[in-house]
């Protein structure tokens, strides 16, 4: 129980970090970072990964289409299948979003940084 009490406070509080620093939208960053991270994973993989409904993915990626921070393009091995490329210009954005809530986190020591790392591992294997 108390793990689960952990993980909901956990949640709450990052997401509270986050809206602080969320110039252009909290979704927006967080498409971004995925689309970012998994590359080479189909738009509905990434959607599954983020958790979120296909109208609001689709919503996102269109303005973020049209503000040059993604390109969305069709996968070379299946033309069913499409791909996201996050341009220089949103990963910049990414960049300075990620800075921004490392300067608000202030210094951590190993013992945190390896405890977050450990945590985001053990969610990637059971999500």
Request: proline content about 1%.
């Amino acid at each position: 129980m108390k793990r689960a009490e952990n993980l909901i406070e956990i949640e709450a509080l990052l997401e509270n970090l986050m809206k602080s620093h969320k110039e252009g939208g909290f979704l927006r960053k967080k498409i971004l970072f995925f689309c970012s991270l998994y590359q080479n994973l189909s738009i509905s993989m990434i959607i599954e990964k983020l958790g979120i409904k296909k109208t609001n993915f689709a919503l996102m990626t269109s303005q973020l289409e049209k503000d040059g921070a993604i390109i969305i393009k069709k996968s070379t091995m299946d033309k069913r299948c499409r791909l996201v490329e996050v341009t220089t210009k949103g990963k910049e954005e990414l960049d300075e979003f990620i800075k921004q809530i490392d300067k608000a986190m202030g210094p951590t020591t190993k013992e945190v940084d390896d405890c977050i790392s450990k945590i985001c591992q053990y969610l990637n294997k059971i999500l």
